[in-house]
């Protein structure tokens, strides 16, 4: 019970944590620029 819980609990956090982080920085960036091209280009 203790080894399913802590290995569910360590789990969880840690994948949170991994697609929080790496999703942040690259859809940071992207977005702003692309937006701002897309919108002065066609007016």
């Not at 819980?5 to 991994?18: E, I, M, N």
């Not at 999703?23 to 280009?41: G, K, L, R, W, Y």
């Amino acid at each position: 019970d203790h080894a399913a819980k802590a290995t569910s609990l360590g789990t969880q956090p840690t994948r949170k944590s991994r697609e929080v982080k790496p999703d942040i920085p690259p859809t940071s960036p992207p977005p702003m620029p692309t937006a701002v091209s897309a919108s002065d280009t066609p007016p």
